[in-house]
Nanobody, 123 residues
Framework: DVQLVESGGGSVQAGGSLRLSCAVSGFTYSRYCMGWFRQAPGKEREGVAFIDSDGRINYADSVKGRFTISKDNAKNTLYLQMNSLKPEDTAMYYC??????????????????WGQGTQVTVS
């Protein structure tokens, strides 16, 4: 079974940094895309960043220049480095994986597998 387990969330002051990790197991597809999403209370799930097996990377406009997505293939772990955090970044953050080609990479319906989420609170 495919499992995605996020970690690294927490509470931080505005301007601070956090690094989220997503440990991936059981996902052995050579072609993939993986992404980070977030959902704040009362809001829709929003695509934050994605990376695929061809090296494509994309970010939501709201996080460009502040967030960096990366993947360590040896460790089967996806990361999201978040700098210059703002209160509006407060949300539950989810990692996601797809065995298919992602056209946008920032749309939730492109993904087959999801983690349980990790909370990020910026005050």
């Amino acid at each position: 079974d495919v499992q995605l387990v996020e970690s690294g969330g927490g509470s931080v002051q505005a301007g601070g940094s956090l690094r989220l990790s997503c440990a991936v197991s059981g996902f052995t597809y050579s072609r993939y895309c993986m992404g980070w999403f977030r959902q704040a209370p009362g809001k829709e799930r929003e695509g934050v960043a994605f990376i695929d097996s061809d090296g494509r990377i994309n970010y939501a406009d709201s996080v460009k220049g502040r967030f960096t997505i990366s993947k360590d293939n040896a460790k089967n772990t996806l990361y999201l480095q978040m700098n210059s955090l703002k209160p509006e970044d407060t949300a539950m953050y989810y990692c996601a994986a797809s065995r298919n080609y992602c056209y946008s990479g920032l749309m939730y319906y492109e993904y087959n597998y999801w983690g349980q989420g990790t909370q990020v609170t910026v005050s």
